[in-house]
């Protein structure tokens, strides 16, 4: 009869276990994470007053950049 504690197992099992364990609940973690800060369909990440404001088509609106007149 084994008088060890592990009842005759490797030593490093234990530590293998927890390692598999910490790097499963890491790639966990992250994947939640990422999923939480994603996007849904719904949601508008630019809105048309934005665009208006980048083109410069908003009243009131000023650019870095001047705007170009075409010429005719």
């Known amino acids: 009869?084994?008088?060890?504690?592990?009842n005759g197992r490797a030593p490093?099992?234990?530590t293998r276990n927890r390692?598999?364990?910490s790097i499963a609940?890491?790639?966990a973690g992250t994947w939640m994470m990422f999923r939480a800060q994603s996007p849904?369909?719904?949601d508008v990440l630019i809105s048309d007053d934005d665009?208006?404001?980048m083109n410069g088509?908003?009243?009131?609106?000023?650019t870095a950049r001047p705007t170009?007149?075409?010429k005719r």
């Open 51 to 53: 665009i208006k404001k």
């Open 12 to 14: 490093a099992m234990r």
């Open 1 to 6: 009869m084994p008088s060890t504690i592990t």
């Open 57 to 62: 088509l908003h009243p009131g609106s000023q």
């Open 19 to 21: 390692a598999i364990f």
């Open 68 to 70: 170009v007149v075409e």
């Open 40 to 42: 849904t369909m719904r």
């Open 25 to 27: 609940a890491v790639l």
